[in-house]
Structure formats: structure tokens, C-alpha cells
């Protein structure tokens, strides 16, 4: 499968980005879905997760629970970050990922498919 990450940018603190994910190749309806982010000089971190069920349970990081939201349209075989109030913390490459069986929780080791990334740059 392949995975292309758009929707990156520039916007100051408290503003908002939807980050997209688009898969092709596959149908991912049935993988577990993820983002990760890389900031600069750290590793890279899980950022939320998404399962494939059609009530899709949801699992985030600590520090964007409740301003993230991941989000996934089967049909259009696509995955969405809605990131709300946004903190100059969050700067960094966001990747999205996929893991054809399903781990639960998600494993960042786990995901086998990557996408390129997209830039988000939140400024103060």
C-alpha cells in the first residue's frame, strides 16, 4: 500500500490543520491506521491510532488528547488528523502509517507502510 500525507502547513498557536492520508494500491479498510510525528533532533513519536472496525475505537498520545481527532473514510480509503488548538510544541513531520494486521494497541514498530510525511509548523 502506498500512503500520501497532505495538509501540512503554517499557522499560529491555537489555530487548526486537517492533516490527509490517502491510500493506494490497497484497500486499508481492514488495517489499523496511524499518525506519527518526528520534531527536529527527536525520535519519532505516536501521535493516534484508529482501528478498522465500522465503530472505530480511537487511541492518542497524552499530550493531544482532546485537541486531536483521528478520523477514517473507508470508502474513500483515507484517514484524517483534525488538530485543533494547535501549540508551537506540535511543529513537526507528521507521518501517517498502516499496519495490514492489526495490532491493537497500535505499535509504532508495528506498521509496516509509511507515507513521505507532511510539515506542520505551529507558530507562537
Known amino acids: 500500500v502506498q500512503l500520501q500525507a497532505s495538509g501540512g502547513g503554517l499557522v499560529q498557536a491555537g489555530g487548526t490543520l486537517r492533516p490527509t492520508c490517502a491510500a493506494s494500491?490497497?484497500?486499508?479498510?481492514?488495517?489499523?491506521m496511524g499518525w506519527f510525528r518526528q520534531a527536529p533532533g527527536k525520535e519519532r513519536e505516536f501521535v493516534a491510532g484508529?482501528?478498522?472496525?465500522?465503530?472505530?475505537?480511537?487511541r492518542y498520545t497524552d499530550s493531544v488528547k482532546g485537541r486531536f481527532t483521528i478520523s477514517r473514510d473507508n470508502a474513500k480509503n483515507t484517514v484524517y488528523l483534525q488538530m485543533n488548538s494547535l501549540k508551537p510544541e506540535d511543529t513537526a513531520v507528521y507521518y501517517c502509517?498502516?499496519?495490514?494486521?492489526?495490532?491493537?494497541?497500535?505499535?509504532?514498530?508495528?506498521?509496516?507502510?509509511w507515507g513521505q510525511g507532511t510539515l506542520v509548523t505551529v507558530s507562537s
Open positions: 484508529i482501528i478498522s472496525l465500522s465503530v472505530a475505537p480511537t
Open positions: 494500491g490497497r484497500t486499508v479498510g481492514n488495517y489499523v
Open positions: 502509517a498502516a499496519d495490514r494486521d492489526g495490532h491493537w494497541p497500535p505499535i509504532l514498530s508495528r506498521f509496516g507502510s
